[in-house]
T-cell receptor, first 112, second 110 residues
Framework: DGGITQSPKYLFRKEGQNVTLSCEQN?????MYWYRQDPGQGLRLIYY???????QKGDIAEGYSVSREKKESFPLTVTSAQKNPTAFYLC???????????FGQGTRLTVV | DAKTTQPNSMESNEEEPVHLPCNHS???????IHWYRQLPSQGPEYVIH???SNVNNRMASLAIAEDRKSSTLILHRATLRDAAVYYC???????????FGKGTRLSVIA
């Protein structure tokens, strides 16, 4: 089935370690996005990519890095420079035009 | 980005209609109005979008004011599965990121 897949669903890491969250889509969408959500809050944009090998910073990019080497994949690395990494991370994709965005089921990251 | 104002929370009885309002007085002429909802512990899902005319789909209806400064998402018969946070989002092109506010938390009472 077509869709957008995030893995893993839950992730635990020790403070000071980098961690990479996976996001894969088989919808042939050009654009992909990463959001962060804290309890009781709306989603905040971390990074987005509108085409392979290109990406832009969102509102809260500090402490995060991304790559877009393939159309299907947009991994997010949470680095040790991110001060408060514990959060719910959501990936999304969309195609050209005024169309809907599709979201993954999210990865809940806990840093201890 | 256009600023939106939505009630923090609303409550509805099951099988009753629900009208979720959104004010977006600074919306530009080319912004479409999108609605998404987020069920607990899940990613958001698309509900509906429109530009000027009212829109209907299998999930909901969208009523857009003539001056486009406000819109209302209408769920015709609320069910328990409609309990979610609903976000109203102006968006001016397909590849620009969605900008989320805090949305309206809808509770549905059996």
């Amino acid at each position: 089935d077509g869709g957008i897949t995030q893995s893993p669903k839950y992730l635990f890491r020790k403070e000071g370690q980098n961690v990479t969250l996976s996001c894969e889509q088989n919808l042939n969408h050009d654009a992909m996005y990463w959001y962060r959500q804290d309890p009781g809050q709306g989603l905040r944009l971390i990074y987005y990519s509108q085409i392979v090998n290109d990406f832009q910073k969102g509102d809260i990019a500090e402490g995060y890095s991304v790559s877009r080497e393939k159309k299907e994949s947009f991994p997010l690395t949470v680095t040790s420079a991110q001060k408060n990494p514990t959060a719910f991370y959501l990936c999304a994709s969309s195609r050209q035009g005024i169309t809907e965005a599709f979201f993954g089921q999210g990865t809940r990251l806990t840093v201890v | 980005d256009a600023k939106t104002t939505q009630p923090n929370s609303m409550e509805s009885n099951e099988e009753e209609p629900v009208h979720l309002p959104c004010n977006h007085s600074t919306i530009s002429g080319t912004d479409y109005i999108h609605w998404y909802r987020q069920l607990p512990s899940q990613g958001p899902e698309y509900v509906i979008h429109g530009l000027t005319s009212n829109v209907n789909n299998r999930m909901a209806s969208l009523a857009i004011a003539e001056d486009r400064k406000s819109s209302t998402l209408i769920l015709h018969r609320a069910t328990l599965r409609d309990a979610a946070v609903y976000y109203c989002i102006p968006r001016n092109s397909g590849n620009t990121p969605l900008v989320f506010g805090k949305g309206t938390r809808l509770s549905v009472i059996a």
